[in-house]
């Protein structure tokens, strides 16, 4: 059996339609019970649903052979883990966002506001800026509007939350999207089915993009 990990929500219906596609239909998701492991005998496979940013941590850990996540939560936790493909879905851009006409005040500390701390730092440390990092777990957008912070830096797919909170893009700096990681021993030990996977996978993103 491989186990492998799943995020759960947004970037979960993309990924159980890729799976689908490459011949690892997940059979149960489309019930959308509360089960968090679904089994498939025939497929050898066992899915675990997870939250997205614990993918990772499941992997490395060896709780689950392989996963799938977004390189954001990759770039945030660095985690020990091997990344195969990148798998062209849950396409978005890590940036920078202010409210709507704000201008920086470059000789005071910007305060950001993110749920990437340790992406903010790097960015920021690679400009020499100097900088206070707010830590949030969810709607960063509070940040600016409430006086938290004068900017925020998170993850923009389609721009709605922004704009819906009179935010603006001031700033992209990394293309994200969804990667196929393994742990390193089962890579190791499981190298057969996994690089199999990573096969049909590989098929399925390269006849996406020719379409
Ligand atoms: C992400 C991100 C933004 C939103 C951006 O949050 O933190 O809030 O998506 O997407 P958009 O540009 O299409 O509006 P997510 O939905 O992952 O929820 P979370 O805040 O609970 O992590």
Request: aromatic share 6%; net charge negative; with cysteine.
């Amino acid at each position: 059996m491989l186990n492998i990990a799943l995020p759960k929500g947004r970037l979960g219906d993309q990924v159980y339609e890729m799976l689908n596609d490459s011949g690892y239909a997940c059979p149960a998701y489309n019930d959308k019970d509360r089960e968090l492991i679904i089994e498939s005998k025939e497929a050898g496979i066992r899915y675990l649903l997870v939250k997205p940013s614990d993918v990772a941590v499941y992997v490395e850990h060896h709780a689950a052979d392989v996963g799938i996540v977004g390189k954001d939560i990759l770039m945030e936790n660095d985690p020990d883990v091997y990344e195969l493909l990148d798998l062209d879905i849950g396409k978005c851009k890590m940036s920078v966002a202010a409210p709507k006409g704000y201008v920086e005040d470059k000789d005071s500390t910007l305060r950001v506001a993110t749920k990437f701390v340790n992406v903010a730092k790097a960015h920021y440390a690679a400009k020499n800026r100097d900088v206070e990092i707010i830590k949030l777990n969810g709607s960063i957008e509070l940040g600016p509007i409430l006086g938290l912070s004068h900017v925020i830096v998170d993850i923009v797919e389609t721009g709605n939350t922004l704009k819906a909170n009179n935010l603006e893009v001031i700033e992209q700096f990394k293309d994200i999207s969804a990667r196929f990681i393994a742990n390193k021993s089962s890579f190791k030990f499981q190298n057969k089915e996994i690089t199999e996977m990573v096969d049909k996978l590989a098929a399925v993103v390269r006849a996406r993009k020719e379409k």
